[in-house]
Antibody, heavy 114, light 110 residues
Framework: QVQLQQWGAGLLKPSETLSLTCGVY????????WAWIRQPPGKGLEWIGE???????NYNPSLKSRVTISVDTSKNQFSLKLSSVTAADTAVYFC????????WGKGTTVTVSS | QTVVTQEPSISVSPGGTVTLTCGLS?????????PSWYQQTPGQAPRTLIY???TRSSGVPDRFSGSILANKAALTITGAQADDESDYYC??????????FGGGTKLTVL
């Protein structure tokens, strides 16, 4: 059974770069699209972007200028970078497998505060 | 920019049937939008209930069903139970690799 494990820094200062990684265990990255989603405190889910195992990406237009999603097939993991963070980027960040959406990470809380 | 719409809140009586919908601020939802539905309780990751309009995710009881109704995606819960009280989200595929989540529906069972 495929599981996703997330890790990365949970406390950032304004203007820093958020960096999270999602490891895929019990299965392969191949053949799927993989997504990052976030949820600000008390609010709904927001799709950030996706990556295919081949490296192709698509991003939420509202975040596109600050987001980079990358994949490392040798390590079976994919990563999110979000630059120039502000308090509005404070959220729980989830990774997930798209289309069947059957696999989700447990979420990483990221707080942006000076 | 197209907005995905959901009812902010809905109530259902225990044992009753309820339908949550997922629409577009402009246009109609069809199966080409690959609507998916998620259940989320506070502090937890979303749990996928339905994907691709009407395919039940593994382990999801058959009292949860997905469909297209009156130009919207719909999630119907039959025989509502107390532990169905949660937030429910839908997501739609807009094409060109872009997905958009709805704002969520808070379901109360009382």
């Amino acid at each position: 059974q495929v599981q996703l494990q997330q890790w990365g820094a949970g406390l950032l200062k304004p203007s820093e770069t958020l960096s999270l990684t999602c490891g895929v265990y019990g299965g392969s990255l191949s053949g799927y699209y993989w997504a990052w989603i976030r949820q600000p405190p008390g609010k709904g889910l927001e799709w950030i972007g996706e990556i295919h195992h081949s490296g192709g990406t698509n991003y939420n237009p509202s975040l596109k200028s600050r987001v980079t999603i990358s994949v490392d097939t040798s390590k079976n993991q994919f990563s999110l970078k979000l630059s120039s963070v502000t308090a509005a980027d404070t959220a729980v960040y989830f990774c997930a497998r798209e289309w069947d959406w059957d696999v989700w990470g447990k979420g990483t809380t990221v707080t942006v505060s000076s | 920019q197209t907005v995905v719409t959901q009812e902010p809140s809905i109530s259902v009586s225990p044992g009753g049937t309820v339908t949550l919908t997922c629409g577009l601020s402009s246009g109609s939802v069809s199966s080409s939008y690959y609507p998916s539905w998620y259940q989320q309780t506070p502090g937890q990751a979303p749990r996928t209930l339905i994907y691709s309009t009407n395919t039940r995710s593994s382990g999801v009881p058959d009292r949860f069903s997905g469909s297209i109704l009156a130009n919207k995606a719909a999630l119907t819960i039959t025989g509502a139970q107390a532990d169905d009280e949660s937030d429910y989200y839908c997501v739609l595929y807009m094409g060109s690799g872009i997905w958009v989540f709805g704002g969520g529906t808070k379901l109360t069972v009382l």
